[in-house]
């Protein structure tokens, strides 16, 4: 494991903050589309038995800066993950349960048009455990993940998925 690695412990999943593993194309301000930065490495404890348990911990660390009227045709964040040995392709989508309001709004909102939004950007960092949104196997494998944000497509990265050390 490098150090790299080891500042994808620190970071809080499940947030939509900028941290030190955020890719850096965030600082880039005229950059359009969406990036993602993993670490090299993960470590899994194998399972007890002969099942195959599921891989509990994958970090991900992602963001986008796309136009809001293509946001506003699909926003819908999906996760990839291929095995490179197997070719076998994992996907999930990162949905969250909206809790929704108990009370209706006082007041009427007119839904916003294409119009609207024209020239306007929506920039977003998202970092969540790709194993919450995607079951894959705790076993060893060399993966490659790919985020699409609507019809968007990020880089390419690669985690390699070991076993624990004794």
């Known amino acids: ?44 404890t194998p399972p007890k038995t002969d099942s195959i348990d599921t891989l509990i911990y994958l ?12 946001l ?17 392709v994992y996907k999930g989508v990162m949905l969250e349960q909206d809790p929704g309001t108990e009370e209706p709004l006082p007041f009427d909102e007119p839904e916003l048009s ?9 920039a977003a960092y998202f970092n969540p455990n790709v194993a919450a949104y995607v079951t894959i196997p705790a076993t060893r494998a060399d993966y490659k993940l790919v ?9 390419v990265v690669e985690v390699k998925v070991r076993p624990a050390e004794k």
């Open 1 to 44: 494991m490098t150090d790299n690695d080891t500042k994808f412990k620190e970071i809080e999943l499940g947030t939509d903050t900028q941290n030190t593993c955020s890719p850096p194309e965030s600082k880039t301000s005229g950059f359009i589309g969406v990036a993602i930065n993993a670490p090299s490495e993960v470590r899994f």
């Open 59 to 70: 970090p991900l660390c992602g963001y986008y800066q796309l136009d809001m009227t293509q």
């Open 72 to 88: 506003l045709k699909d926003a819908t964040i999906q996760l990839f993950v291929l095995d490179v040995q197997t070719e076998q």
């Open 114 to 122: 294409a119009d609207d939004l024209e020239g306007q950007l929506l």
């Open 147 to 155: 985020v699409k944000v609507g019809a968007t497509r990020s880089n």
